[in-house]
Nanobody
Framework: QVQLVESGGGLVQAGGSLRLSCAAS????????MAWFRQVPGKEREFVAA???????TNYADSVKGRFTISRDNKSALYLQMNSLKPEDTAVYYC????????????????WGQGTQVTVSS
């Protein structure tokens, strides 16, 4: 098993930036495909970005492409750099881990953090 804890959320004005972090503990971090999802009340959890086990490949939702950057270190941390934030980026952001190849589907992921709130004001 792996435990995930997100941090870095908060309130920011439109056009601003935030950096989310996800600390992993438990089993070997490097074996997991990692991803960020987000969710607003009443809607399904939405894929944001993912990164492969070795970090060589990334994938982004069209809505964040060019503004968000996912990265990971060699130890136990996942990051999401969010620039040029928009009010529609407001959501609870979750990091997730999958002990398998990349997918942009929430049901593919085995482990989830508790989420961190990001609020973008207009």
């Amino acid at each position: 098993q792996v435990q995930l804890v997100e941090s870095g959320g908060g309130l920011v004005q439109a056009g601003g930036s935030l950096r989310l972090s996800c600390a992993a503990s438990g089993r070997t971090f490097s074996r997991y495909t990692m991803a960020w999802f987000r969710q607003v009340p009443g809607k399904e959890r939405e894929f944001v970005a993912a990164i492969t086990r070795g970090g060589a490949s990334t994938n982004y939702a069209d809505s964040v492409k060019g503004r968000f950057t996912i990265s990971r270190d060699n130890k136990s941390a996942l990051y999401l750099q969010m620039n040029s934030l928009k009010p529609e980026d407001t959501a609870v952001y979750y990091c997730a881990a999958a002990d398998r190849a990349f997918a942009a589907v929430a049901s593919w992921y085995d482990y989830w953090g508790q989420g961190t709130q990001v609020t973008v004001s207009s």
